[in-house]
């Protein structure tokens, strides 16, 4: 090994994974945005709570930068070492520690999947109720640090709703143990909540006690049709008066063209400009309720038409319109947005947006969908086959400063769930006073004195 402060750190723990090769170090030292060249010093895959601890110290003695490590399926560059930071991967810490049936509570190790944890709640009649598309490699520890939302937040809440203790190995090396699973604890700061949605910048999150709840009641998954934005958020209206909502997303006739040329199955004919999938429990009232509304959004003018599934096959085959998008965009290389908004800003909030995105983008392709029901906008910009990366990343850079002064105006904010990381850090002033700013930097000074868990991330 050349470099003899990992040789150091080789030599105090012997069991420790380390690699210094070139696949491996491009493979963890990027995420789900491939913008920034990936530049690794090395990769640290510990394999357990005490190994984490001694890199933490090891590298607080060497000054060196360290890049907490999930599934790396983030799109804002919070995962990303582009300056020869070391990559601690939680990849190996992927057990399951206990399971509480009093409590209702899983303890996990951070590196396991999103979908490992749904299993594992599976397994004891219970659910563990976040969930989004990237289930299958994204890590719970990651989930945390940008407190994940995805496609239940109407009815579940976002991960921070589901955390009930975490054990976290702060800057200094130091291992605390946060609320340890209670319900009721006033007893002062909750530094759980500081850590979760941290990103990584106040301590590396080894484990989490999760909380889990009963399944929920059988449900029903519809298409629907729309004729325009403002039928989009009428309905919305209608369909949460009428029914237990688990779920409320939208896509336009754009996404949906990209996500059937990806493999996806067209389940409306006709052109539609938008589209909502949604989810409800579904006893016999409930689907009396639900047609119901449907039909009243049809005599409104608000439904152009619709479906409902008709066996799970069906239901999965709607899901995948929505769920399979960001796949689908991904070859065009996209400029992300993720925004959200108060639901009672919304309707003027699409109108101006709208506007402007249609004069400052005339050339490029812009796909929007999202979490409508939790004021939850992705709008995808789609890189032009003829312009580089650089010149396409100027360009949108210069509409998302207008996006996020709009954003200010309406109250919103410039990242709803995918974090800050690297791609949004000029705009956090948009959804953050400098004051709020200034106490933020004064809580990661405290929690990591010398700087060194994801520099350069959240605040730039
Ligand atoms: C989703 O809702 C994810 O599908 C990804 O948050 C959004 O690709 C995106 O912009
Ligand atoms: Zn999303």
Same mark, same amino acid.
């Given at each position: 090994?050349?470099?003899?402060?990992?040789?150091?750190?080789?030599?105090?723990?012997?069991?420790?994974?380390?690699?210094?090769?070139?696949?491996?170090?491009?493979?963890?030292?990027?995420?789900?945005?491939? @913008?920034?060249?990936?530049?690794?010093?090395?990769?640290?895959?510990?394999? *357990? =709570?005490?190994?984490?601890?001694?890199? =933490?110290?090891?590298?607080?003695?060497? +000054?060196?930068?360290?890049?907490?490590?999930?599934? @790396?399926?983030?799109?804002?560059?919070?995962?990303? &070492?582009?300056?020869?930071?070391?990559?601690?991967?939680?990849?190996?810490?992927?057990?399951?520690?206990?399971?509480?049936?009093?409590?209702?509570?899983?303890?996990?190790?951070?590196?396991?999947?999103?979908?490992? =944890?749904?299993?594992?709640?599976? $397994?004891?009649?219970?659910?563990?109720?976040? *969930?989004?598309?990237?289930?299958?490699? #994204?890590?719970?520890?990651?989930?945390?640090?940008?407190?994940?939302?995805?496609?239940?937040?109407?009815?579940?809440?976002?991960?921070?709703?589901?955390?009930?203790?975490?054990?976290?190995?702060?800057?200094?090396?130091?291992?605390?143990? /946060?609320?340890? +699973?209670?319900?009721?604890?006033?007893?002062?700061?909750? !530094?759980?909540?500081?850590?979760?949605?941290?990103?990584?910048?106040?301590?590396?999150?080894?484990?989490?006690?999760?909380?889990?709840?009963?399944?929920?009641?059988? $449900?029903? =998954?519809?298409?629907?049709?729309?004729?325009?934005?403002?039928?989009?958020?009428?309905?919305?209206? !209608?369909?949460?008066?009428?029914?237990?909502?688990?779920?409320?997303?939208?896509?336009?006739?754009?996404?949906?063209?990209?996500?059937?040329?990806?493999?996806?199955?067209?389940?409306?004919?006709?052109?539609? %400009?938008?589209?909502?999938?949604?989810?409800?429990?579904?006893?016999? &009232?409930?689907?009396?309720?639900?047609?119901?509304?449907?039909?009243?959004?049809?005599?409104?003018?608000?439904?152009?038409?619709?479906?409902?599934?008709?066996?799970?096959?069906?239901?999965?085959? /709607?899901?995948?319109?929505?769920?399979?998008?960001?796949?689908?965009?991904?070859?065009?290389? %996209?400029?992300?947005?993720?925004?959200?908004?108060?639901?009672?800003?919304?309707?003027?909030?699409?109108?101006?947006?709208?506007?402007?995105?249609?004069?400052?983008?005339?050339?490029?392709?812009?796909?929007?969908?999202?979490?409508?029901?939790?004021?939850?906008?992705?709008?995808?910009?789609?890189?032009?086959?003829?312009?580089?990366?650089?010149?396409?990343?100027?360009? #949108?850079?210069?509409?998302?400063?207008? !996006?996020?002064?709009?954003?200010? @105006?309406?109250?919103? $904010?410039?990242?709803?769930?995918?974090?800050?990381?690297?791609?949004?850090?000029?705009?956090?002033?948009?959804?953050? $006073?400098?004051?709020?700013?200034?106490?933020?930097?004064?809580? @990661?000074?405290?929690?990591?004195?010398?700087?060194?868990?994801?520099?350069?991330? !959240?605040?730039?």
């Amino acid at each position: 090994m050349t470099d003899a402060r990992l040789a150091e750190l080789a030599d105090r723990l012997p069991n420790l994974r380390l690699l210094t090769d070139p696949a491996d170090l491009e493979h963890y030292g990027r995420d789900w945005t491939r @913008r920034w060249t990936p530049k690794p010093l090395a990769v640290v895959l510990p394999g *357990d =709570v005490a190994e984490v601890q001694v890199i =933490v110290r090891w590298a607080n003695a060497y +000054g060196v930068a360290l890049v907490p490590s999930g599934g @790396r399926t983030g799109l804002s560059g919070g995962a990303v &070492a582009a300056n020869g930071e070391l990559v601690l991967s939680l990849e190996r810490m992927n057990r399951v520690l206990g399971f509480d049936a009093v409590d209702r509570t899983l303890s996990v190790q951070a590196g396991m999947t999103l979908h490992a =944890v749904h299993e594992a709640a599976q $397994s004891h009649g219970l659910i563990y109720p976040v *969930d989004f598309a990237a289930r299958g490699s #994204c890590s719970i520890g990651g989930n945390i640090a940008t407190n994940a939302g995805g496609i239940r937040v109407i009815r579940y809440g976002n991960t921070r709703e589901w955390i009930a203790g975490l054990t976290v190995v702060a800057g200094n090396g130091e291992l605390l143990q /946060l609320n340890r +699973g209670l319900i009721k604890n006033s007893s002062g700061y909750d !530094l759980r909540h500081l850590l979760i949605g941290s990103e990584g910048t106040l301590g590396v999150v080894v484990e989490a006690t999760l909380r889990l709840t009963d399944p929920p009641p059988p $449900s029903q =998954v519809m298409l629907l049709a729309l004729p325009n934005m403002d039928a989009l958020m009428e309905v919305f209206g !209608l369909f949460r008066s009428r029914l237990n909502l688990q779920a409320f997303e939208f896509f336009t006739d754009v996404a949906l063209k990209h996500v059937l040329a990806h493999g996806a199955q067209r389940a409306i004919e006709g052109e539609h %400009p938008y589209y909502v999938v949604t989810e409800f429990d579904a006893d016999e &009232a409930a689907q009396d309720a639900a047609l119901a509304a449907f039909e009243q959004g049809v005599d409104r003018g608000w439904i152009s038409d619709g479906v409902i599934a008709q066996s799970e096959a069906q239901a999965a085959a /709607l899901w995948r319109l929505r769920e399979g998008i960001t796949e689908s965009l991904a070859p065009h290389r %996209p400029y992300k947005n993720d925004i959200s908004l108060r639901i009672s800003a919304l309707p003027l909030f699409l109108h101006e947006i709208h506007q402007l995105l249609g004069r400052e983008y005339p050339h490029f392709e812009v796909v929007w969908f999202g979490h409508i029901g939790d004021g939850n906008l992705h709008i995808n910009v789609l890189r032009p086959e003829a312009l580089s990366d650089e010149d396409f990343i100027a360009q #949108c850079e210069h509409v998302t400063k207008l !996006l996020a002064a709009t954003l200010e @105006r309406h109250g919103g $904010s410039i990242s709803a769930e995918h974090g800050i990381g690297l791609v949004k850090r000029a705009y956090l002033r948009s959804t953050r $006073s400098e004051a709020e700013i200034a106490l933020m930097r004064g809580v @990661r000074q405290v929690f990591d004195p010398k700087g060194l868990l994801n520099p350069g991330k !959240l605040f730039g």
